[in-house]
């Protein structure tokens, strides 16, 4: 990106005029510029001697005819370029014409029919269209007529040979004016009527004048630019061609323009210097003499071609050594210079301007220098004068601050001392004996300012106050307490102002002092409590009372009555590091100079605006006089130079930049975007009709860069864009490309916006739609065939799961159904016999009895475990339901028969789901273990069953009211370890949480957490 933010606007030359240079260092294909225009979408061509360029206010680009044959200068010397009607650009030259396609950036040749054969054209001018958009041109030997799409001859006529192969102007009535350097001809688009003009209507032969170009003026008027005479006018009424009194005998490119407020003036090459405005209806010229030491003013060549855009007032001009701009919408800041001496050193910086108020014409000002004396400039002419020791005999040529006063008295503050100076009389009048004899050599009056009642008060770098008292015309010295200054033996003020009421303000090397000369009250005011700093400067009393003061790293707002207010630095968005001088404008602004841009503050909102080389000052380092005349405008102090405005016209760049896609790169490698309308098909469901980029499988990487065709300091124009279906939201850059890899296939649109140097966004920008076409694997009949594919395989899983799932319940209801009929059947009958047998053996035979009552009881207790898996294995009992009604008939039938209430809670959601059988299983024997345990130990009066069932996790609580045990002595409670073991394991088995919780005295809860 090339930045010129080093070559902003205004000269050193009367009125505020500066110009961009642009050559071949920053990208230029040759210096030699030959014609400029704009083409639709608002980007830059250049054409030179050798190629053309485009440029979009960052980089030039270069266009060679035959694809880049830069080795081959014939082929690319350009002489003059037209913007078609369709937005084509039609170049012609030495070697016949080419059609630029500014999309494609390609020059194809037109070949007239006498050159049919060959691929070098002759020489011709100028190619114009006329109202039918038809195409005209000058060749060697006649005038061609042709059809800008088919390039087809529509017409010819013969003429001497090379009559308007230097130029060809058509104008507002059809004319077609033939310009040689010899020769003027017309021809009659209408009656084809050639005519010719030889001679000026003096007699004055035409070789003798060597016509160079015609342009015609807002009110319709023909002019025409000479070699040895200057301007040249086409008086319609006598048919003749007459010298104009322009007092200038070189002419060469012409542009017809005018002021903001409508005077018409002229943008001519030639001169003195190579390019000057006149002005007719004043006839006064204006010449632009180049500056050695303003790299911003003229060249000093010649200047063919301008171009203005009538938007933003831009001036483009073509000459010998390269172009330029005049932005008018860039310029801030007028510039003047100061003629220098031989033995100038380093200390000749401007420190005040005053405008000559004795003066009626208003253009003579007063400006000061710390090592060059006084001078007088006048603004008109741009001519400076300094004042000699015989005209005005300063103490010194060190002049630190300077003012007028209401008397138009002069009053100046030098090295140990002061001078008082009229511009009518040259009255001057020193001072040098009111410091003290020690310090007379050591003391600078570094500020002044004039009282209420016409006093004048002056600060010193060493003596501290002293005031003027016109009564007495003498100078007395005014006693502040040491207490103010960082030392008694330096009483250092470096700035003084006054306020309305006749108080006056001081900044001392400690801090802001508020003094009242008529009771002396003294009040010391520091921006922070402590400081002994003696970077301390101006102080400004604002029109609304409030005064500012400066100090290093910020300054401060202090009331009337000397409270400090607010106190603004870096974290209030004040950049510089240290202010320096300030000032009050018209609109009650404030602008303050510093060692980092000048700076505009505006007390009503607390905010900041910036100012640097950028809008045409000398340095980004202001830190030098900062002055303001009655009118308002202020000027601004550098070396042996200036800078001046009025804040009340300071312009700001109001148009959005045109947004345009400057180079598109795939896989690194330039790709041209597709511009052809492109209907639904297989790939594309939308029809395109914009600028369409499509990116094959295997190209996953792409950059667009871009540009805002802002060329008023490009260097701050700022960027936005956004990929819809991408990015989430817009990405801010000042770099103008994006990048992106590796998209997914589908259709984006990369939407571009930018703004100026002002940020005034083009909201609507630019945009190109993306196309990825995805590769096989990612395209949409692929994905359909993997996802049919896979819908098999799971259809095939699930049948196959299906059927062995049916397979597996068949066998559990088998197999409980064996159980029950074999095994409880078995159990029965060994129950059966046994209590048989216990009761024909009565009481005779108790030992026997014991036994078979144990063979009893073992075969009920097996038997009704075996009923309890006989029911986990039956798939229909997989439900919660039926799990919780097998707790509730268990706890129903061993709890009521040793006369314990069983309380059942079954919260809502259990409907619908279901356990494995392992987990079935393992959650009714955790529950059976807790019940048994409550039943035979806890003593209790009360057992709760709690069911829950909520996302996806089970909740059983069993808790009774018992008398609970403490879980470190289980064998004291007669509970034992083996149970409560057991539980934890099923817990484990099934992936639960299994939490115990008692205490003696506070009965015991058994909580099972399983995920379901």
Not at 210 to 225: K, P, S
Not at 332 to 359: C, H, M, N, W
Not at 539 to 565: N, P, Q, T, W
Not at 737 to 745: E, I, K
């Amino acid at each position: 990106m090339l930045l010129f933010s080093n070559c902003m606007l205004l000269p050193a030359q009367q009125g505020s005029f500066s110009f961009i240079h642009y050559t071949s260092e920053h990208g230029l294909s040759n210096d030699h510029v030959t014609a400029v225009l704009k083409d639709r979408k608002g980007f830059l061509w250049v054409s030179t001697v050798h190629g053309l360029n485009r440029y979009d206010g960052q980089n030039f680009r270069r266009v060679f005819f035959k694809n880049g044959q830069e080795d081959n200068p014939s082929l690319n010397y350009i002489q003059h370029m037209t913007l078609a009607p369709d937005g084509s650009i039609w170049v012609s030259g030495a070697n016949g014409i080419c059609r630029l396609d500014p999309e494609r950036l390609v020059l194809e040749p037109v070949f007239l029919p006498e050159n049919a054969d060959s691929v070098v054209n002759d020489q011709v001018g100028k190619v114009v269209f006329d109202e039918k958009n038809k195409v005209w041109v000058s060749a060697e030997s006649g005038i061609y007529c042709l059809d800008p799409v088919t390039k087809k001859q529509l017409g010819f006529w013969k003429t001497p040979p090379n009559i308007g192969n230097f130029f060809t102007y058509l104008d507002k009535n059809q004319q077609l004016w033939l310009v040689h350097e010899s020769t003027v001809h017309r021809f009659d688009l209408n009656t084809k009527q050639l005519s010719r003009y030889d001679s000026l209507s003096s007699g004055i032969r035409m070789n003798e004048v060597a016509v160079m170009r015609m342009a015609e003026d807002q009110d319709g008027q023909l002019w025409i630019t000479s070699w040895f005479y200057g301007l040249l006018r086409y008086d319609a009424a006598c048919d003749q061609i007459v010298d104009y009194p322009d007092r200038e005998s070189l002419a060469t490119g012409i542009l017809p323009d005018k002021t903001v407020t409508g005077q018409p003036f002229f943008w001519l090459g030639g001169g003195d210097h190579g390019l000057y405005q006149y002005f007719p209806k004043e006839d006064r010229i204006r010449q632009f003499k180049p500056d050695l030491r303003d790299p911003y003013s003229h060249n000093n060549y010649l200047t063919y071609s301008f171009f203005k855009d009538e938007k933003t007032g831009e001036v483009w001009i073509g000459t010998e050594a390269g172009l330029e701009l005049y932005a008018p919408l860039s310029i801030r800041f007028g510039r003047a210079t100061i003629p220098s001496e031989d033995d100038a050193r380093q200390f000749s910086l401007v420190s005040a301007v005053v405008k000559d108020r004795t003066d009626p014409t208003g253009n003579t000002y007063f400006v000061s220098l710390w090592a060059r004396g006084l001078h007088k400039w006048n603004r008109l002419n741009n001519t400076f004068k300094k004042l000699s020791h015989q005209e005005c005999p300063l103490l010194n040529e060190g002049i630190f601050c300077m003012h007028q006063d209401r008397k138009g008295y002069i009053w100046i503050g030098t090295h140990y001392g002061i001078s008082r100076y009229h511009p009518v009389s040259g009255e001057l009048k020193t001072w040098d004996d009111f410091f003290p004899p020690s310090q007379r050599r050591a003391n600078n009056i570094l500020s002044l300012a004039e009282g209420v009642r016409g006093e004048i008060w002056f600060g010193s770098n060493a003596s501290g106050l002293f005031r003027y008292n016109p009564e007495t015309d003498r100078i007395e010295q005014v006693n502040l307490p040491d207490s103010l200054f960082a030392g008694p033996d330096r009483k250092y003020i470096s700035s003084i102002a006054t306020d309305p009421s006749g108080v006056v303000w001081m900044n001392t090397n400690l801090g802001a002092v508020r003094f009242g000369p008529v009771n002396g009250e003294v009040k010391f005011i520091q921006a922070k409590s402590g400081v002994n700093n003696p970077a301390w400067a101006g102080i400004l009393v604002s029109k609304s009372g409030l005064v500012y003061a400066v100090y290093h790293g910020g300054f401060m707002e202090i009331s009337e009555d000397g409270r400090l207010l607010r106190r603004f630095s870096q974290t209030e968005g004040k950049l510089m590091g240290q202010p320096n001088f300030l000032v009050e404008d018209q609109q009650r602004k404030i602008w303050l100079n510093s060692n980092h841009f000048l700076h505009c503050f505006d007390p009503k909102n607390g905010t900041f605006s910036y100012y640097g080389i950028a809008d045409g000052l000398f340095s980004n380092a202001p830190t030098d006089g900062l002055s303001i005349m009655p009118d308002g405008e202020i000027f601004i102090g550098f070396q042996n130079a200036f800078n001046y405005f009025n804040p009340a016209i300071l312009r700001k760049n109001t148009t959005p930049p045109p947004v345009a896609i400057t180079s598109i790169k795939v896989m690194n490698k330039e790709r041209q975007p597709v511009f052809s309308t492109i209907k639904p098909s297989f790939f594309f469901r939308k029809t395109y009709q914009d600028a369409l980029l499509i990116l094959q499988p295997g190209e996953t990487l792409f950059s667009i860069e871009f540009a805002a065709l802002n060329f008023n300091q490009p260097e701050k124009n700022r960027y936005a864009y956004q990929l819809e279906g991408f990015d989430e939201s817009w990405n801010y850059s000042d770099r103008p490309v994006a990048t992106y890899t590796n998209l997914d296939g589908g259709e984006y649109v990369l939407r571009i916006k930018a703004a100026n140097n002002d940020e005034i966004w083009n909201e609507p920008g630019a945009t190109i739609r993306i196309q990825v076409v995805p590769p096989l694997v990612k395209r949409w009949y692929f994905k359909l065939f993997l996802a049919v594919l896979a819908g098999g395989l799971l259809v095939g899983v699930w049948v196959y799961r299906r059927s062995q799932r049916q397979r597996l319940e068949a066998f559990r209801e088998g197999l409980a159904r064996d159980l029950h009929d074999e095994m409880g059947s078995t159990l029965s009958s060994i129950r059966f016999f046994s209590e048989f047998a216990k009761q024909q053996m009565g009481d005779s035979h108790g030992q026997v009895a014991g036994v078979l009552k144990r063979i009893s009881d073992s075969a009920s207790s097996l038997s009704e475990t075996m009923q309890d898996i006989v029911w986990a294995m039956k798939t229909k009992n997989d439900a919660l339901e039926d799990i919780a009604s097998r707790m509730t008939e268990f706890g129903l039938r061993l709890l009521e028969a040793r006369n314990v209430h069983f309380k059942v809670n079954v919260q809502n959601g259990f409907s619908g789901k279901k356990l494995t059988p392992e987990q079935r299983r393992n959650c009714y024997l955790i529950f059976k273990e807790a019940v048994n345990n409550a039943a035979k130990y806890a003593e209790a009066t009360e057992v709760e069953l709690f069911l829950a069932f909520k996302k996806g996790l089970l909740l059983m609580k069993v808790s009774d009211n018992g008398k609970g045990f403490s879980p470190e002595n289980l064998d004291e409670a007669g509970i034992g370890g083996n149970g409560l073991q057991n539980m934890r394991q099923r817990a484990e088995e099934i992936g639960g949480r299994l939490d115990i919780v008692s205490a003696v005295g506070a009965g015991t809860s058994v909580e099972l957490r399983l995920k379901v």
